[in-house]
């Protein structure tokens, strides 16, 4: 078993930065993509950035130029470095990994006020 355990979620107001940051342990063997979701209140959980072993990146099309996924292979941890946040990035953010199977962290409050 692999365990994801996110932070650095906290209030911020609009425009500002918060840095996420996961970090994996357990069992880990080949960890393979790691990628940030997020859950908004009433909302599914959506797609937010990944990155693979190799560092190519993809975003969601609203957190491009706002957002960047980092990872630290030596340290098995992906942080989440976003800038002028708006309300709408608002949710629960959720640490993701591939390791023979998918893992879920529990997800770290990010609250934008406007």
């Known amino acids: 078993q692999v365990q994801l355990l996110e932070s650095g979620g906290g209030l911020v107001q609009t425009g500002g930065s918060l840095r996420l940051s996961c970090a994996a342990s357990?069992?880990?063997?080949?960890?393979?993509?790691m990628a940030w979701y997020r859950q908004a209140p009433g909302k599914q959980r959506e797609f937010v950035a990944t990155?693979?072993?190799?560092?190519?990146?993809t975003y969601l099309e609203s957190v491009k130029g706002r957002f960047t996924i980092l990872r630290d292979n030596a340290k098995n941890t992906v942080d989440l470095q976003m800038d002028n946040l708006k309300p709408e990035d608002t949710a629960v953010y959720y640490c993701?990994?591939?390791?023979?199977?998918?893992?879920w962290g529990q997800g770290t409050q990010v609250t934008v006020s406007s």
């Open positions: 993701n990994a591939y390791d023979r199977q998918w893992y």
């Open positions: 357990g069992s880990i063997r080949n960890l393979g993509n």
């Open positions: 990155i693979t072993v190799t560092g190519f990146s």
